[in-house]
Each structure stands twice: as C-alpha cells, then as structure tokens.
C-alpha cells in the first residue's frame, strides 16, 4: 500500500514537471519554425534543431510575473506572446491588444491638456501680471540685439 502511495505521488509530480506548450505566440522570421513551452517560471522554445532555455534577462518583466502568479493561459485572451531571435539566442515580449480609444478620446485628451497648461497660464498672469511685464521687458531686449533681431525676423532701427 505504501509502495502504491508512493508511486502515485511519484506520477503525479513527475506530470506537473512536464512543460506545456504556450498558445498565442508569434515568431519573428529569422527565428523559424518554433514552439514555446512553459514550465514554473522558465521558458523552452524548441525548433527543427534543439530545444533552448531562454535566459532569464531575454523575458519580459510581464511574462515573469504572469508565469510567477500561474495565468499565462488568461494572458492568451487579452494578449500574445513574440519570440525574437537575436545572435543564436531567443528573447520573449508580451504584447498586449489594446482596443485604443480613436480619435476622439484622442482629441478630448490633447485639448484637455492644452487648456489646463493654457488655464495656467492665465491664472500666472492674472494673479502675478509683474512677470507679464518682466516677459515684455525681455523680449524688448533681446531684440535690441543684433542677434535677437536676426532670430526673431526683426530690423534694428539705424541711427
């Protein structure tokens, strides 16, 4: 009996060892035909060849994470992961699939922020309009200079 518990631990830990092959993944050309495996927190690509271990320093800081927690297989519905081949040597990126917000959001952002920086600077001059007028008196005298005036397009008044 002891004999059959022991085996049947033996099985089952021998199982959870096994790597399992990694869906969702996408070679650039010059890595071929390859195939990713998992395994705890390493990584496996196998191609005609042999198989390599990818470096630990050649995987994205995401894909560690997600292999530490153990949800690569939910990553596959929100993302992809690339294999990248570089000297002999493979290297994975996780890659995300953004819905992105279009134009709109976009431009709903950029105005946003033009008018809070504009918002700003309407509010330095109203309450302190010193620095307006230190503004003006600058300007003024940068383009009293013979360089000032070449850069802004202006003539210095002859003599």
Not at 46 to 62: E, G
Not at 122 to 137: D, K, S, T
Request: net charge neutral.
């Amino acid at each position: 009996m002891k004999r059959l518990l022991l085996l049947s631990l033996l099985t089952i830990t021998i199982t959870a060892m096994e790597p399992k092959e990694l869906v969702n993944v996408y070679a650039a050309h010059d890595a071929g035909n390859v195939k990713l495996f998992n395994r705890n927190d390493s990584f496996y690509v196998t191609d005609d060849n042999a198989t390599h271990v990818v470096k630990q320093h050649d995987i994205d800081k995401t894909l560690k994470k997600l292999a530490k927690l153990g949800v690569l297989e939910k990553f596959k519905e929100a993302g992809y992961i690339k294999i990248n081949k570089h000297d002999g040597a493979f290297s994975l990126d996780a890659k995300v699939r953004g819905e992105g917000g279009g134009w709109l959001t976009g431009q709903i952002a950029a105005w946003s922020v033009r008018g809070v920086g504009y918002g700003a600077f309407a509010a330095a001059c109203f309450l302190h309009p010193e620095l307006l007028l230190e503004a003006e008196v600058a300007h003024a005298a940068i383009e009293s200079t013979a360089l000032g005036a070449e850069v802004l397009g202006t003539a210095l008044p002859t003599p």
